[in-house]
């Protein structure tokens, strides 16, 4: 056999359905190794039935290990009939559509065609080695994603969810529950949930018409609600009892709470050419009154030329330049010599804290590797534009004052009046969260709020690359 859809004719096939229905599904699978598996797994190279795609390697890194683990004995038959679970995991991978993945990614697209094969002895190694393939591959997509982030962008990437692929279909064949613990394997996200409605939702919208309510095809709209899925399987299990979220393409943030909003607001995101990056991290303090330590970057494409143009730039917009050492000393900007790039690299400019303050008066910091934080900002006016992508990364929140209230709401010493005068006061100061709150930066173009469908434009185009278009 040359792939996987041979193996789904024999799993449907009325020969092996009869056998089962006789006395073959409560045989236990033979104590004796398999010779074939066991020179299966002994190879490096993974055999055709493993599917293809980048992750091949990984899936036949765990079959190896599942057969490894059971002494390379036969999983799915006793050599000689196939057992209830082979029928139990056809039935699962047959409704792989309702969770946004394709059932014929993993062998049943010609599921039907040859109803009258009966089950070959000689051939149950490689039927076995097919079905585990098929329940792996599948197994990892649900946790995964059929799709790789990376693939999206080079600096994207996943919170892997941790699973024991191996073992859990070991349980999953000791107690008979297939398709129950591929279910398990699903995000369990209300979100999650709300979409996969949404997709069943606008299936039967298919034979209605062919666009939604908005002149959006409908096919399109199943796949963008299939890619969102995808992409929910690329966080962790367990989000928390609360945290924040900010979905950039609806340029939103929420603070939930036992799976609700509790807070929600507007936000500015990153411009199309330096977006805000997706990510899972966790804020650690506040910044009242905050210096902007101005990127490099920045520095380069703008500051210096508006520098050399104008040389009352600096004061004009309350801009220092200081020592890059740690004692972050003032220097006198006109003694150095901006074209000695040396002298350049040993100093970094700051803007003071104060109204004018491009990250206005309040910061909120999680460290991450890509140096973003949420920040208050002195042009609210962007606020009320629909589209909200004009950052160099960082992410503007709209009601600053209301998102430390609620990131200090168990410091009672924190009260409005105190948090009002640390914001004005003119003189930066750090306040450390007593317990690290987590922050997801995520990007999801659909979503069910309040029983309904809602989307977004793809405004970074991952859409369209996770589609393959």
Same mark, same amino acid.
């Given at each position: 056999?040359?792939? &996987? ?10 020969? +092996? ?5 006789? !006395? ?21 190279? %993974?055999?055709?039935?493993? $599917? ?60 039907? @065609? ?18 585990? !393939? ?13 799709? @790789?982030?990376?693939?999206?962008? %080079?600096?994207? =990437? ?12 070991? =349980? +999953? ?15 369990? !996200?209300? #979100? ?31 796949? #963008? ?64 009154? $905050?210096?902007? &330590? ?30 890059? !050492? ?16 040396? +002298? ?6 700051? #803007? ?14 999680? $460290? &991450? ?8 900002? /002195? ?12 950052? =160099?990364?960082?992410? @503007?929140?709209?009601? %600053? ?7 200090? @709401?168990? *410091? ?23 317990? /690290? ?16 469908? *809602? ?10 690359? #996770?589609?393959?278009?």
């Amino acid at each position: 056999m040359t792939n &996987n859809t041979s193996i789904w004719r024999l799993i449907v096939a009325a020969g +092996a359905v009869a056998a089962l229905a006789s !006395s073959a599904c409560t045989r236990s699978a033979p104590e004796v190794p398999s010779p074939a598996i066991a020179a299966a797994i002994e190879s490096r190279t %993974p055999p055709a039935a493993v $599917p293809r795609g980048p992750r091949r390697p990984q899936i036949w890194q765990e079959e190896r290990r599942f057969y490894e683990q059971r002494g390379s004995r036969l999983a799915w038959s006793d050599g000689h009939r196939l057992g209830r679970q082979a029928q139990a995991l056809a039935r699962a991978v047959h409704a792989a559509d309702a969770e946004g993945l394709d059932p014929a990614r993993y062998g049943v697209d010609a599921a039907d @065609r040859m109803r009258d094969e009966r089950f070959d002895a000689a051939r149950a190694a490689d039927i076995d080695l097919q079905l585990t !393939s098929a329940y792996l591959a599948y197994a990892w997509d649900l946790v995964h994603g059929s799709t @790789r982030p990376e693939d999206l962008d %080079p600096q994207w =990437h996943p919170s892997p969810r941790e699973v024991d692929f191996p073992g859990t279909l070991q =349980h +999953a064949l000791d107690d008979d529950r297939v398709e129950d613990s591929l279910r398990r394997l699903a995000p369990a !996200s209300p #979100q999650y949930q709300g979409l996969k409605n949404e997709l069943q939702q606008y299936r039967a919208m298919a034979s209605k018409g062919d666009t939604d309510d908005r002149g959006v095809r409908i096919s399109d709209r199943i796949r #963008q609600i299939a890619v969102n899925m995808d992409r929910w399987r690329w966080l962790p299990t367990d989000l928390g009892s609360r945290y924040l979220i900010v979905n950039i393409p609806a340029f939103r943030l929420d603070a939930i709470e036992d799976g609700r909003s509790a807070l929600d607001m507007k936000v500015v995101v990153g411009k199309k050419d330096n977006p805000t990056p997706v990510l899972a991290d966790e804020m650690k303090s506040v910044v009242f009154s $905050p210096y902007w &330590n101005i990127p490099p970057d920045i520095v380069e494409k703008e500051t210096l030329p508006h520098v050399l143009r104008d040389a009352a730039y600096l004061d004009k917009n309350n801009i220092e330049v200081v020592r890059a !050492s740690t004692d972050a000393e003032p220097v006198d900007v006109r003694s150095i010599d901006w074209n000695d790039a040396d +002298a350049a690299s040993k100093v970094r400019f700051r #803007q003071k804290p104060g109204a004018g303050n491009s990250l206005g008066l309040v910061k909120f910091l999680f $460290p &991450n590797h890509f140096n973003v934080y949420l920040h208050d900002t /002195p042009a609210h006016s962007l606020f009320n534009r629909i589209e909200r992508d004009f950052s =160099h990364g960082c992410v @503007r929140v709209e009601r %600053p004052l209301d998102l430390a209230k609620y990131v200090l @709401r168990d *410091q009672p010493a924190w009260t409005e009046e105190k948090i009002e005068e640390a914001m004005h006061a003119g003189t930066e100061r750090a306040v450390a969260l007593k317990t /690290p709150l987590p922050v997801y930066l995520v990007y999801f173009t659909a979503w069910e709020e309040n029983g309904q469908a *809602q989307f977004a434009d793809d405004v970074y185009g991952f859409d369209r690359r #996770q589609a393959g278009r």
